[in-house]
């Protein structure tokens, strides 16, 4: 039990194994869905982590704060810790947490339309998180840069980073994550009016829409598959998916 841990830490004046039992009780609750108490242990861990001047282990804390925070819906709170966490990891040269605090920071700005911002964070988490062998933030990252790029209308760079993002969810079996990347592939397609290039990714994202039961967007991909075979001449299939959508 990672409370008395704490409790037996606090005790015995042990603040190495009393912030380790703050941040994996922080987990714990995280992995519950309580993030309020996730907050306030992970927020006691990066206090107890500062106290013993462990610049590493505080910005990893912060990180789980500001995670915290976003699972909360306190996003504007979030940014501000994830800016300090950045700071901490590139001082202690954490590239791990240097790697996610970018990441986190970018997803922010990139909500707030501030897509060349959020891709020069983008550009610099990359290279970070394939040096420390972390493929599913790796993937994360590419997507998101993805998103911003077609937000930017760089159709060219939007699909090499969305095509460099789905083999990764893929092999991680990432499934609601590949979903998310093949649908973003195949309306990139369709706003540069690559019809064909399209039905590479829409009868992809339509059996795991179905896999995963997200009924709303199997209508939406069974329609759009419609209308593709329509315009592609294929007029038996496109009247197959429109009748499957209703």
Known sequence: DWRQSRDIARMAGDPICEGNALN????????????EAALEAFTQAAEVRRGMRDTSGEAESR???????????????AYAVFQKSLALAQASKNLEIEAASLTNLGAFEGGLGQHEKALERFR?????????????????????????LQQLKRGDAAMAALGDALPLFQRLRDAPQELRCLTLLWKVCLERDQRVKALDYLPQALVLANTLDDKPLEAETCNTL?????????????????????
Do not use: C, D, Q
């Open 226 to 246: 419609g209308i593709v075979y329509f315009h592609t001449g294929a007029i038996g299939k496109a009247a197959e998916h429109w009748r499957k959508a209703e």
């Open 24 to 35: 994996n009780l922080g987990l714990i609750a995280s992995m519950r869905g309580r993030h």
């Open 63 to 77: 990180l789980s704060v500001g995670n915290a925070l976003m699972a909360l819906g306190r996003a504007p709170e």
């Open 124 to 148: 610099k988490a990359l290279p970070l998180h394939r040096k420390v062998g972390n493929p599913a933030f790796e993937a994360n990252t590419l997507m998101a840069m993805g998103i911003s």
